[in-house]
């Protein structure tokens, strides 16, 4: 069965602190995505980037950036500089192609000025 | 092109009745699916369609609940005899099999509240 766990269920930072938040997923797929999806206080997921399974090349957005490694089955993320604005909840998310997805169970940022 | 939007955005009904939820989706996005989610979890699948077929549902998904998308554009979801554990966010996505690349969009989610 697939499963995503992230275990850390609340982070508390000081504003311009880096932060990493764990994800480690279990699936028996070959081929597969990962996502992170973004949840603010207003409520709305917001997609930030999939992975597939093929492609562990790391990638950096600006102040975000991830780590995939499959020897560890784990997809993490790391925000630099941490701002306010980054408080929210953030979800880790697996999928077979097309298909739905599995999320974990959220991670509660909190980044204090 | 707008996103994903649900209406209403907040219901509040008592237990035993019924309620309906729509969502319309990215125009041109052939996929749609419901997710319903808890405080403090993650969004559980509930159900998904490829243009007007539904070609899967969970095990959440008793059988109080049904969905529909008619003409493959907007879905409806309604749910029988309501209960307080209904309770939830109910969240609509919808993704483009042409794309390939799976990612899929959101709407701002319907809450429901059985007192």
């Known amino acids: 069965a697939q499963k995503v766990t992230q275990a850390q269920t609340e982070i508390s930072v000081v504003e311009k602190e880096d932060v990493t938040l764990d994800c480690v997923y279990e699936?028996?797929?070959?081929?597969?995505?990962l996502f992170w999806y973004k949840q603010p206080p207003s409520g709305e997921l917001v997609f930030l980037i999939r992975r597939n399974s093929f492609d562990e090349q790391n990638e950096i957005s600006g102040r975000y950036s991830w780590n995939f490694q499959k020897s560890t089955s784990s997809f993490n993320f790391t925000i630099t500089a941490s701002q306010v604005v980054d408080s929210a909840v953030y979800f880790c998310?697996?999928?077979?192609?097309?298909?739905?997805?599995?999320f974990g169970q959220g991670t509660e940022l909190s980044v204090k000025p | 092109d707008t996103g994903v939007s649900q209406d209403p955005r907040h219901k509040i009904t008592k237990r035993g009745q019924n309620v309906t939820f729509r969502c319309d989706p990215i125009s041109e996005h052939n996929r749609l699916y419901w997710y319903r989610q808890t405080l403090g979890q993650g969004p559980e699948f509930l159900t998904y369609?490829?243009?007007?077929?539904?070609?899967?549902k969970s095990r959440l998904l008793s059988d109080r609940f049904s969905a529909e998308r008619p003409k493959g554009s907007f879905s409806t979801l309604e749910i029988q005899r309501t209960e307080q554990g209904d309770s939830a966010m109910y969240l609509c996505?919808?993704?483009?099999?042409?794309?390939?690349?799976?990612?899929?969009?959101f709407g701002p989610g319907t809450r429901l509240t059985v007192l």
């Open positions: 996505a919808s993704s483009s099999l042409s794309t390939g690349g799976n990612e899929q969009f």
């Open positions: 998310a697996l999928s077979e192609p097309g298909g739905k997805l599995i």
């Open positions: 369609f490829q243009n007007e077929a539904q070609l899967e």
């Open positions: 699936t028996r797929d070959t081929t597969y995505y």
